[in-house]
């Protein structure tokens, strides 16, 4: 691997760092606003998922337990 003084070391990073495009501030409303949403439905279905299986168990249990 070739090794690189600190001044090119810095110069390169200043390269890379002006080819950062930052999103707009629509942009990260949107992106926030529809983490948000998956995040409830997402968590509404694993609710919903739990609700059913632990009726089911409690079903089961009852019919087999006494």
Not at 5 to 23: D, G, H, M, Y
Not at 29 to 53: E, K, Q, R, W
Request: hydrophobic content about 55%.
């Amino acid at each position: 691997m070739a090794t690189t003084n600190p001044l090119q070391f810095i110069q390169q990073t200043r390269a890379e760092a002006s080819k950062i495009v930052w999103p707009a501030r629509r942009e990260v409303m949107l992106t926030t606003i529809m983490v948000l949403i998956m995040a409830s439905l997402v968590g509404i279905f694993f609710a919903l998922v739990d609700l059913v299986i632990r009726s089911g168990l409690t079903g089961v249990l009852t019919f087999f337990g006494s």
